[in-house]
Nanobody, 115 residues
Framework: QVQLVESGGGLVQAGGSLTLSCTAS????????MGWYREAPGKQRELVAL???????NYAVSVKGRFTISRDNAKNTVYLQMNSLKPEDTAVYYC?????????WGRGTQVTVSS
């Protein structure tokens, strides 16, 4: 059984910063790509950022230059540093990881950006 647990969400004013963390635990042999997605009210879940095991990254156009994804393979953890936050970044943020060729999701963490 593999679990992903996110942390670091909260309420922040526009222009502020937050850092999200997601740690995978359980029976793990190898973790491939890890990523962050978000789901705003009334909208579909969308990719925010992705990082391969070797550190190759990919970002949504809307967050490029403001958000940075990173990972610590020794800790099975992926991070999302979010700067210059905007009200439109408000959403539930979900962590996703490919563990032993299976896809797992966290339960999500709420990020609210006030104007």
């Amino acid at each position: 059984q593999v679990q992903l647990v996110e942390s670091g969400g909260g309420l922040v004013q526009a222009g502020g910063s937050l850092t999200l963390s997601c740690t995978a635990s359980g029976s793990i042999f190898a973790i491939g790509a890890m990523g962050w997605y978000r789901e705003a009210p009334g909208k579909q879940r969308e990719l925010v950022a992705l990082i391969t095991r070797r550190g190759i990254t990919n970002y949504a156009v809307s967050v490029k230059g403001r958000f940075t994804i990173s990972r610590d393979n020794a800790k099975n953890t992926v991070y999302l540093q979010m700067n210059s936050l905007k009200p439109e970044d408000t959403a539930v943020y979900y962590c996703d990881a490919n563990v032993d060729l299976h896809d797992y999701w966290g339960r999500g963490t709420q990020v609210t950006v006030s104007s």
